[in-house]
């Protein structure tokens, strides 16, 4: 079975960074993507970390989810669920950021993806990793389209002849 994955993208990087975006991808592969629009007082915004995942302030602004419903849908989809990442040091204090700010109990537990791959495994990561990238052209980077990477990279170097490819479409909101 393939593990849940969570990506977030955040307004950069640092004490005063925040969540805005957050894409899932469960373990049947239906991937889940939702823009949060900021609170008030985060008002921090690295122009760098714009460019890397092409999401503006006003993008935000104009069609993101307020912060306390995206925290009651990831409760709802991902309750008692284990949910991996691989940055897990910045998406444990994003996540904890949005759970704080809305006064919602997180009901899921985020844990490293590292921790379900053995050393053998970690030296294909890099490599099968740029290889998911180039053959599904998943360049886009954004939390949904790199959720679907992580998951496909594992996938392939710890399970490699027993699933299809995975589907480059997002079923998820946007």
């Not at 180039?134 to 939390?143: I, K, P, Q, V």
Request: proline share 5%; glycine share 6%.
């Amino acid at each position: 079975m393939l593990p849940t994955i969570i990506d977030i993208e955040a307004s950069g990087f640092g004490r005063d960074s925040y969540p805005i975006e957050v894409g899932v991808v469960l373990p049947d592969r239906h991937c889940y993507c939702y823009l949060i629009r900021p609170a008030t007082h985060w008002t921090h915004w690295d122009s760098k970390a714009e460019a890397v995942h092409g999401i503006s302030r006003q993008l935000l602004l104009e069609k993101g989810v307020a912060p306390k419903q995206v925290a009651e849908q990831l409760n709802q989809l991902l309750q008692g669920r284990k949910v991996y990442t691989d940055a897990w040091g910045h998406d444990i204090s994003w996540i904890g950021k949005l759970f704080d700010l809305t006064g919602i109990i997180q009901r899921f537990n985020l844990e490293s993806l590292r921790g379900l791959i053995d050393e053998g495994q970690i030296a294909l990561w890099h490599p099968t990793k740029a290889a998911v990238i180039a053959e599904l052209n998943l360049t886009r980077h954004r939390a949904s389209t790199d959720a679907m990477i992580l998951q496909e990279t594992y996938r392939r170097i710890c399970q490699p002849a027993t699933r299809p490819a995975m589907p480059t479409t997002d079923v998820g909101t946007r």
